[in-house]
């Protein structure tokens, strides 16, 4: 059963940083668009970062360009998300996702359809 488990959240000043780590089991990570959305409260879930299949050309949001940086090692079979700079609007919960199909854009958002269960971001002012 393909998953994948997020891991690394927590609760942090502005200003600061976390590292989150997403486990994949079943898929090779490096063969597929990955990324990382987030979803705060009454909002809908937003695109973060993409990364694209074998290699490490990246797509960010405008929000996160310069501040996050998405990543992956193929032989953990892992991707990582590096946030630094965090501030306050940064504060959801943020979600690994997998593209099932090979090739294509992914930037596209709408083609994520593999998802983890999400792990807290709290960012105070």
């Known amino acids: 059963q393909v998953q994948l488990v997020e891991s690394g959240g927590g609760s942090v000043q502005a200003g600061g940083s976390l590292r989150l780590s997403c486990a994949a089991s079943?898929?090779?990570?490096?063969?597929?668009?990955m990324a990382w959305f987030r979803q705060a409260p009454g909002t809908e879930r937003e695109g973060v970062a993409a990364?694209?299949?074998?290699?490490?050309?990246?797509h960010y949001a405008d929000s996160v360009e310069g501040r996050f940086t998405i990543s992956r090692d193929t032989a953990e079979n892992t991707l990582y998300l590096q946030m630094n700079d965090l501030k306050p609007e940064d504060t959801g919960a943020y979600y690994c996702?997998?593209?099932?199909?090979?090739?294509?854009?992914?930037?596209?958002?709408?083609?994520?359809?593999?998802w983890g269960q999400g792990t807290q971001v709290t960012v105070s002012s």
């Open positions: 079943e898929f090779n990570i490096g063969s597929r668009c």
């Open positions: 990364i694209y299949y074998g290699g490490s050309s990246a």
């Open positions: 996702a997998m593209v099932l199909q090979y090739g294509g854009y992914c930037y596209d958002w709408g083609r994520y359809s593999l």
